[in-house]
């Protein structure tokens, strides 16, 4: 089974500092790749997502993504941090293997802080 | 495009009594829904996965019996926590899904349940 690791429980940035969340998947071969971020009492949204293709995908708000197959990794990442960003950000895995249900492996969280 | 919305957004119920929790699909039809409950600094743990006519499949070690879920039709899915007690507190979110051949899941804003 897939899972899903994010090494960082929590994060703390200064405002218009650069931001890199990590992210590692445990799969067999090529999954589908998300990042979703929930603000507090909020649902989830998501930013991006990693299908196939270029390695480098691009999302809302400023967000970028890289998948990385020899590092099994699918980092989030952010040139300049607006205080907006303080969030729980949450990697996520489809995995093919699933089976007709397709659900989606979540990663433990990342909680951003924001420093003014 | 792709809203979801939950109603309630919170409630409060007293130990012993059932609620009920509803998502909707506003912009498309949802053929599978899945739940999520998420406990405070958690991540997501899915509960059941349901499309729609049919029986809902559980997570192990989900009480089939104590959270009851209804897909019955392709806007909406509802969830009834039965005799509700305190350690059924938490947040529940619920996602929906447009098509069975993707991973992308579409999230509500959660409903926040305290049981007293």
């Known amino acids: 089974a897939q899972s899903v690791t994010q090494p960082d429980i929590h994060i703390t940035v200064s405002e218009g500092a650069s931001l890199e969340l990590r992210c590692n998947y445990s799969?067999?071969?090529?999954?589908?790749l998300f990042w979703y971020v929930q603000s507090p009492g909020q649902g989830l949204q998501l930013l991006l997502k990693y299908f196939s293709g270029d390695t480098l995908v691009q999302g809302i708000k400023g967000f970028e993504a890289e998948f990385k197959r020899s590092q099994s990794s699918f980092n989030l990442r952010k040139p300049s941090v607006h205080w907006s960003d303080a969030a729980e950000y949450f990697c996520?895995?489809?995995?093919?293997?699933?089976?007709?249900?397709?659900?989606?492996?979540f990663g433990s969280g990342t909680q951003l802080t924001v420093l003014p | 495009g792709a809203v979801v919305s939950q109603h309630p957004s919170w409630v409060i119920c007293k130990s012993g009594t059932s609620v009920k929790i509803e998502c909707r699909s506003l912009?498309?039809?949802?053929?599978?829904m899945f739940w999520y409950r998420q406990f405070p600094k958690q991540s997501l743990m899915l509960m059941a996965t349901s499309n729609e006519g049919s029986k809902a499949t559980y997570e192990q070690g989900v009480e089939k019996d104590k959270f009851l879920i209804n897909h019955a039709s392709l806007t909406l899915s509802t969830l009834t926590v039965t005799s509700a007690h305190p350690e059924d507190s938490s947040f529940y979110i619920c996602s929906a899904r447009w098509a069975s051949g993707t991973y992308e899941q579409y999230f509500g804003p959660g409903t926040r349940l305290t049981v007293t």
């Open positions: 996520a895995v489809g995995a093919p293997s699933s089976g007709s249900a397709r659900q989606l492996t």
């Open positions: 799969y067999g071969a090529t999954p589908y």
């Open positions: 912009d498309f039809q949802a053929t599978t």
